[in-house]
């Protein structure tokens, strides 16, 4: 979700992991997929209808390469940021890239965190960091958008996403990974 600080926990992380921004992969595979495409519409999930979506893993792959090149950092994890991330249309050919360029890597389950905090929180997050976008969302937007988000995404992945429910518990996961 939007807000909850993805960006800023990746930054804790770049110690002991490469930090793989999947929105930037998302939108560099749309770009080549459709140059002519507005920048707003490569963002957006609905841009991967069932034709794009045959093209993604190729894509993928050439944007994966264009960001982050052949070789990985020497360090023990790799940490993925983006909301999309949740999409397995999305991240199992991500995985199957990773498996080629980063065969060393390992999906301990326990490692496949989301965000989800509470919408007072995020809708606070939201009108600081003060996007032009972002300005107009009312705290019952993002209370909708993080229900949404939870209920569509989430919670139907094939993936077991384990659910963070406040900065605690994000602050545990970061001591736990760094000590491992």
């Known amino acids: 979700m939007r807000g909850t600080g993805k960006t800023t926990a990746s930054l804790r992380l770049q110690s002991i992991g490469e930090v793989i921004d999947g929105e930037l992969l998302q939108y560099t595979a749309a770009a080549a997929l459709e140059p002519a495409s507005a920048q707003k519409e490569r963002y ?21 390469l264009a960001n982050y090149g052949p ?17 397995d249309w999305f991240l199992c050919p991500l995985m199957e890239v990773l498996a080629r360029h980063r065969p060393g890597l390992r999906w301990p389950s ?20 003060d996007r032009e976008h972002e300005r107009s969302l009312t705290l019952q937007d993002v209370e909708t958008e993080s229900r949404g988000y939870r209920e569509s995404h989430v919670n139907r992945s094939i993936f077991d996403w ?17 000590s491992s």
């Open 162 to 178: 384990r659910l963070l429910p406040d900065q605690a518990a994000l602050d545990a996961e970061i001591r736990r990974l760094k």
């Open 44 to 64: 957006a999930w609905e841009f991967w209808s069932e034709d794009r979506l045959k093209r993604l893993p190729t894509e993928l792959d050439n944007a994966f």
């Open 110 to 129: 326990e490692n496949f965190l989301v965000l989800d905090y509470p919408s007072a929180e995020i809708h606070h997050r939201i009108r600081h960091r």
């Open 71 to 87: 070789d990985g950092m020497e360090l023990p994890y790799v940490v993925f940021v983006a909301s999309v991330l949740v999409k």
